[in-house]
């Protein structure tokens, strides 16, 4: 099946549509604690693009509780439904983060998934003593630089509805995973996984952690449209959270604005975009969904699998 006959394409104007009678429950203020650094979101966009996305999400979540129930009743089973996972996926500074923390937020309020965790596969990044000694420090974000395998392991003994499930935790300040500290994940209704490589297939005769997502949405944009968020982020860390004392990227701080942009732009040449293109972007058409956004951040159209 080519492309084009996978998806179906719908304008803005079209996906808001779909809304049909689902409520805003969010409101500015905790909209604003929601936000990426840099990220415009508005309740517009809430409204516009995300309402009608829960509503997909809910009955696709119903669905899959039905279809669960069937298996079960078929096989004269009678086990509590297990967790529906949520894969998002997309590159650096496109926005990604804000789509995962809005869906947590929204999906929570729907009374049919009231319990819904959100994971990111940054707390599965090799520790940095780990990364200098493969010599892959330079590659942090790439797929190699993931442990991989106990990624897969966390998400399949969470889909297979174990009571408690533990996953690292992953500090932006320090640019590194926490010792000893742990995210525990208590047999959600759904368990959201963002970040960048989750559509990745895996090796031959090996399991991905997007075989066990039950949906997955890809948020694109053009490339030169994605650089420029990156770099106005950069600055706008270098004046907040890059000035903390305890920041891995303290000494950026003190960088004047050109010198800043120039090692933002090398940061996105050599790693983020070479990222982006080798590994991110070819996932794109394993999403069950894709959000486009134009210039602005603004989602300007959808792309629905039909199959």
């Not at 529906?84 to 997309?90: E, H, Q, S």
């Not at 729907?110 to 990111?120: A, F, G, N, Q, Y």
């Not at 780990?130 to 420090?137: A, D, N, Q, S, T």
């Not at 920041?247 to 604005?257: P, R």
Request: charged content about 25%; aromatic content about 8%.
């Amino acid at each position: 099946m080519a492309d084009g006959d996978a998806y179906v394409e719908l304008s803005r104007e079209q996906w808001r549509d779909r809304r049909k009678n689902t409520p805003l429950t969010l409101t500015e203020v905790e909209l604003a604690e929601l936000r990426g650094v840099d990220d415009p979101i508005d309740l517009a966009e809430v409204t516009d693009i995300y309402l009608p996305l829960t509503r997909l999400l809910n009955l696709h979540f119903t669905g899959s509780r039905q279809r669960s129930a069937a298996v079960g009743a078929f096989l004269g089973e009678s086990a509590s439904p297990l967790p529906y996972v949520l894969g998002i996926a997309g590159s650096v500074a496109v926005g990604k983060s804000t789509t995962a923390r809005l869906l947590h937020t929204l999906l929570a309020r729907w009374p049919e998934h009231p319990r819904v965790d959100l994971i990111t596969t940054d707390s599965f990044l090799y520790p940095n003593k780990v990364l200098e000694e493969r010599g892959i420090m330079h590659r942090k974000g790439f797929p190699e630089s993931y442990d991989r395998r106990a990624l897969v392991r966390f998400v399949a003994a969470v889909k297979a509805g174990n009571p408690a499930v533990d996953a690292p935790v992953y500090s932006h300040l320090e640019y590194d995973i926490v010792p000893g500290a742990v995210q525990t994940v208590r047999r959600p209704d759904i368990l959201i996984v963002e970040g960048l490589n989750v559509l990745q297939p895996a090796p031959p005769a090996s399991l991905a952690v997007c075989d066990y997502f039950d949906f997955s949405i890809y948020v694109d944009a053009r490339v030169e449209d994605i650089r420029n968020w990156y770099v106005d982020r950069f600055h706008k860390l270098r004046r907040t959270a890059f000035a903390d004392p305890k920041s891995y990227f303290n000494h950026i701080a003190a960088l004047s604005h050109e010198e800043a942009t120039s090692f933002a732009e090398n940061v996105w040449r050599d790693i983020n975009e070479r990222n982006l293109i080798e590994n991110i972007a070819p996932t794109r058409g394993r999403a069950g969904l894709i959000l486009r956004k134009g210039p602005d951040h603004s989602v300007r159209h959808v792309r629905l699998r039909r199959t």
